[in-house]
């Protein structure tokens, strides 16, 4: 069965520390890829997603992730975090049918 | 645009008792999407309507949730009996596309759900 996997449950970082995100997913056929984020008392948000050309996609407040096809993985980065980054973040798989997969979520903590 | 409406925001009921959750999805998006969020997990999709068709229901426990979209807009969620492991947050979420999520989905702010 398809699955998405994400490698760290709780991430805490200081302000201005570069982030990397892992997210991988075990399905072999064509895949579009999501992050999406939860800031605190809020709902779900898209971050970016992944469907075909450039394997390397930006989104949304400075993030940005690569695919990379051969490791089954669509990491999630950001150079420089911000207090305001603070959240729960969720790596998403949908394997070109109807249903989506989320990994169970990363909480990012970022230490003003 | 208007965001995806849920209600209740909150709700506790003992087990066995039934509930029901309301979703109101964007004006024009044709899938609609019930999710299951446990703590500490990640959403787990329930159903998946087109317009008022069920598209996946495969991970709906049947014999006690229940789903219905009527005129492809509002959907309603049913749990009758509850149990206490269906304490989650229930999230509506809607998309335009036909459900690839090619244009990402819009969630609601979810239902929590606590029995006790």
């Known amino acids: 069965a398809q699955s998405v996997s994400q490698h760290n449950h709780h991430v805490i970082l200081s302000e201005a520390a570069s982030l990397e995100l892992g997210c991988n997913y075990s399905y072999g056929g064509t895949v579009n890829l999501f992050w999406y984020v939860q800031y605190p008392g809020q709902h779900l948000q898209l971050l970016l997603k992944y469907f075909s050309g450039d394997p390397l996609v930006k989104g949304i407040k400075g993030f940005e992730a690569e695919f990379i096809k051969s490791k089954f993985s669509f990491n999630l980065r950001k150079p420089s975090v911000q207090w305001s980054d603070t959240a729960e973040y969720f790596c998403a798989v949908n394997t070109g049918g109807f249903k989506t997969i989320f990994g169970a979520g990363t909480r990012l903590f970022v230490k003003a | 645009e208007a965001g995806v409406a849920q209600s209740p925001r909150y709700k506790i009921i003992e087990k066995r008792q039934s509930v029901a959750f309301w979703c109101n999805p964007i004006s024009g998006h044709a899938t609609l999407y019930w999710y299951q969020q446990i703590l500490g997990q990640g959403p787990k999709l329930l159903i998946q309507?087109?317009?008022?068709?069920?598209?996946?229901d495969s991970q709906l426990p049947k014999d006690r949730f229940s789903a219905e979209r009527l005129k492809g807009v509002d959907s309603t969620l049913k749990i009758q009996p509850a149990k206490l492991e269906d304490s989650a947050v229930y999230l509506c979420?809607?998309?335009?596309?036909?459900?690839?999520?090619?244009?990402?989905?819009?969630f609601g702010s979810g239902t929590r759900l606590t029995v006790v």
């Open positions: 979420a809607s998309s335009l596309d036909s459900g690839t999520g090619s244009t990402g989905y819009t």
């Open positions: 309507f087109q317009n008022n068709g069920v598209v996946d």
